[in-house]
């Protein structure tokens, strides 16, 4: 069609984060990279690898960038300051950090509220941490209201029918699926989404692998394989089974999961861009601890890096 | 979705009070299969009374075998140390299931009435005689790959999904339900679910308002159990076909009688009974799994496009012996 926008897209940061930018090529046209074109060996740059002369084109790549997105104001200037100091990938770690973990205030959430519902509740809950009181109306699923009403749309609506897994929350310390939960069910309930994992400027050690691995590609199914991930640890940690299980009968406490458990464990969240060696290899390294290999799966020597 | 009234109910008996004060009202557990249906204006309710706060959701050892609590969740069920140890079949069907985070909320009650997956069912704008008695059966002559091969009749070919419920059918299950009045009954699992019939809209033998409390398992001497799931996709998918296998075995011999239920094949869990009769106190050999295997399906009577499932049948009946008995 080639309609020309009427006004500023609105964007929000990590939105406009993703297209990563790479070092030392001419600007490109980021307009639209098809996922085919992607080049995925040198997707990630490891921060201390960044040269000075590297920062500076990477500044001009962000720039262009960012006029592409229309980014402008607060976030462009946010941007910019981060990426001449200390390069993309750290910057994206950043921001993500950096991410409000708590939504709307108490008086976002009043001024937001509907004239009139006709079958009101009222529930409080914990939202990754905080408390917090809406009301809802009764078909409100847990998912919109964290999205709409509590300001916090880390957690993304793929199919709303619980076939995808985009929507996953930690409820009660277990993954669930928040399109499928009514918000007026979660009374008194403890829900952590992707925004209530970092510390501070810190990662979840499951984010961050994410990253290095290149865990995604067009990001929208990650925050729900995050949320996933980390709830799968726990149920490693407990012992429990899945369908590939050996011997059920057998429970041995922690155990320590194969690839192939941990795709079946994963089986409840879709990537349409086929991310899913990365992901399984960002999940392993966590869960042994030892960093992996993502394609072949083999663990390797942390000096790799370190003769870099 | 249609609006509707929200309610938690304190305890079991006003919770069966409010529903049958209500034709409409429907009791709301995990929610994983009527909140989809609620979407889809598939099933519209005028009233949802949360049960999810009720104390029914222990898992405990009883004289006769173990008492699964309507509420426990299907992740507690499939884990629970006594589940694991002493009815690994239903363990293996639970985790053959759905995927982790729908596990996490799905209720041992809520499995066994879940609705079909028929397409025809979910397209409020084709004919189903299950969710609209009388307006047809879209699938008996449209895309039924997916549909029954045995039990069904003109007005519905639809296939039960659940994997859990293929377990109990197998294990000899008992459904307790709680009724008007405090009263109370104790249903036979193949007396639970139901073949279509005329009345394909009644999935169950459940009457409004009843309230299912807690599912028992007899205890049993099956020492060989396996549960084998045929899917489209390797994981979080249901099944074309699926096969519970409990038997007891001495020697290389079926002691007593085998049991052999099957998913993805009819209306309701199918006990395989011809083939578990074939079997009784023969050798446990592939040539008497294949003869079983074929017994079983000698009735079935496939639809268009799902013709592949009687064979598939065959073999998934043999496959599920063969692990079963550790010959493969």
Known sequence: MGKELDSEPVLNEDEALLPRGRVGEEPVDYQYISPCDDPREDHYIPPLLVSSDANAQMLADEERLLDELGVFGESRRKFLGHSAAVGLGAFALHVIAEQKAFGFTDAEIARNEPAALENAITVTLKLNGAAKSVEVDSRMTLLDAVRERLGLTGSKKGCDHGQCGACTMIVDGRRVLSCLTLAAQCEGKNVTTIEGLAKGDELHPMQAAFIKHDGLQCGFCTPGQICSAIALMQEAKNGDASYVTVDVRQKTGAITLSDEEIRERMSGNLCRCGAYPNIVAAIREVHTGKPTDAVAGMIIEEVEHAAV | ?328
């Open chain 2, 1 to 328: 979705m249609q609006p509707f009234k929200y309610t938690r109910a304190a305890d079991a008996g006003a919770a069966v009070a409010a529903v049958f004060g209500s034709g409409d009202a429907k009791f709301i557990a995990g929610g994983t299969n009527l909140l989809d249906l609620m979407k889809e204006g598939v099933t519209n309710v005028s009233e949802l009374v949360d049960i999810a706060g009720l104390n029914l959701t222990q898992i405990r050892s009883t004289a006769t075998g173990i008492s699964l609590g309507a509420l426990a969740k299907n992740t507690d069920t499939a884990n629970h140390p006594l589940v694991r140890r002493d009815y690994p079949l239903l363990t293996q069907a639970i985790l053959a299931g759905a995927s982790a985070q729908i596990r996490n909320m799905a209720t041992n009650g809520g499995n066994l009435l879940q609705r079909t997956r028929c397409s025809y069912f979910y397209d409020v704008s084709m004919p189903c005689n299950k969710r609209k008695p009388g307006s047809g059966c879209g699938a008996i002559e449209g895309i039924n790959r997916t549909h029954a091969i045995l039990g069904w009749s003109d007005k519905c070919v639809a296939v039960h999904p659940s994997d859990m419920a293929v377990a109990l059918a197998a294990l000899n299950a008992t459904v307790n339900v709680k009724g008007k009045d405090g009263g109370t009954r104790a249903i036979p699992f193949p007396a639970f679910h139901r073949l279509p019939g005329d009345t394909p809209e009644k999935d169950n033998t459940l009457e409004h308002g009843e309230l299912i409390t807690s599912i028992e398992i007899p205890k049993n001497l099956f020492n060989r159990s396996y549960y084998l799931k045929v899917r489209d996709r390797a994981s979080y998918a249901f099944a074309l076909i699926s096969v519970a296998v409990a038997m007891e075995t001495k020697g290389g011999i079926i002691n007593g009688e085998p049991r052999i239920a099957m998913g993805g094949v009819a209306h309701k869990p199918w006990r395989a009974m011809q083939a578990e009769k074939y079997l009784a106190g023969k050798k446990a050999t592939e040539e008497n799994f294949t003869a079983a295997a074929s017994a079983e399906m000698a009735a079935a009577k496939p639809l268009e496009h799902n013709k592949f499932k009687v064979e598939l049948g065959k073999r998934a009946i043999v496959h599920a012996l063969m692990r079963a008995t550790g010959i493969v």
